[in-house]
């Protein structure tokens, strides 16, 4: 398994942007797919990027296309979250997770982090 611990959260307000980072120990960072989720109080968690091995591929949800960039580095062991035009809804904790395959299905992946707060104000 690897190992996964987020940076980067903090209070901002609507219009700013954050970078989120996941730092990865453990096995070879590059035979793992990583994803980041969220979870908003009084909420499900719910899926918001994915990025393929190699990187060639990435993925969004809907509410973030446009607004947010998920990037990895093998060489750092770490993947990137760039979160820009924040809004009040994007207030969650946020998760990154490893897994074999790329999927926005979040049971699929088994190695989580513990997450970092991002809280946006209007």
């Known amino acids: 398994q690897v190992q996964l611990v987020e940076s980067g959260g903090g209070l901002v307000q609507a219009g700013d942007s954050l970078r989120l980072s996941c730092a990865a120990s453990?096995?070879?960072?590059?035979?793992?797919?990583m994803g980041w989720f969220r979870r908003a109080p009084g909420k499900e968690r719910e899926f918001v990027a994915a990025?393929?091995?190699?990187?060639?591929?990435?993925y969004y949800t809907d509410s973030v296309k446009g607004r947010f960039t998920i990037s990895r580095d093998n060489a750092k062991y770490t993947v990137y979250l760039q979160m820009n035009s924040l809004k009040p809804e994007d207030t969650a904790v946020y998760y990154c997770?490893?897994?074999?395959?790329?999927?926005?299905?979040?049971?699929?992946?088994?190695?989580w982090g513990q997450g970092t707060q991002v809280t946006v104000s209007s």
């Open positions: 997770a490893a897994g074999a395959v790329v999927t926005t299905y979040g049971p699929a992946y088994n190695s």
């Open positions: 453990g096995r070879t960072f590059s035979s793992y797919a």
């Open positions: 990025i393929s091995r190699s990187g060639g591929s990435t």
